[in-house]
């Protein structure tokens, strides 16, 4: 009896081994499944917003060309506010960017972006939406569409010889209402009556985020 005992116990403990090792075998492929997946959905998150801002990013890009159509005349060359363009007329644009039709979006040259960045961001704001005056439109607000419309404002800056310079501030969402880019360009117009104008620089915005915060 006492030599089937000690034969006995060994054994015991080498199973108890066992199913120990394999429990912490499979606990640290657990864990590791784990990890591997809390990579790859934040991999995926990170894609995802990537997208989204290049999206964004695109949409405020089409509103910079869009307003680039509206200083040449847009959908109406012979209109009040193509005439205030042509001429650099300086009642048009107004210091808080609220002259009213016609001249909606058209503002005095200001230092402070985050001014600009407040009224992009308004809803409500004096902002131009993309094709308000070039009679061009664009799908939105389904599936991978942007949330909504692009918009844009144009500032009067001091003129470049004889030239009138303009500088546009774009504003682009993504298909999320959060996401948002803004660009920033100068248009050079010559004063030569039937003449085109051309964009002279373009930079995105940084620190979108901060600046329309304060609104």
């Known amino acids: 009896m006492g030599a089937s005992m000690l034969s006995f116990t060994p054994r015991t403990h080498e199973r108890g081994a066992a199913l120990l090792t394999a429990m912490v075998l499979m606990l640290a492929v657990l864990m590791t499944g784990l990890a591997g997946a809390r990579t790859a959905l934040y991999g995926a998150r990170a894609a995802a917003h990537e997208r989204d801002r290049l999206l964004a990013l695109q949409m405020a890009e089409a509103a910079l060309a869009d307003a680039e159509r509206d200083i040449e005349g ?114 050079r117009k010559p004063a030569t009556a039937g003449t085109r104008g051309r964009r002279v620089g373009w930079r995105e915005i940084g620190n979108w985020a901060e600046m329309a915060a304060s609104e």
Do not use: N
């Open 74 to 187: 847009g959908d109406d060359p012979a209109s009040a506010r193509a005439a205030a363009f042509a001429s650099g007329l300086a009642s048009a644009f107004a210091q808080d960017c609220t002259g009213g039709r016609p001249y909606d979006g058209l503002c005095d040259a200001e230092d402070d972006a985050g001014e600009h960045a407040q009224r992009l961001a308004d809803d409500e704001g004096p902002a131009v939406r993309f094709g308000t005056f070039t009679g061009r439109s664009m799908p939105e607000g389904e599936g991978g569409l942007p949330f909504e419309a692009p918009r844009y404002l144009v500032e009067r800056m001091p003129p470049a010889g004889a030239d009138h310079l303009y500088r546009v501030t774009a504003l682009g969402t993504g298909a999320m209402p959060a996401t948002r880019a803004a660009v920033q360009a100068y248009y």
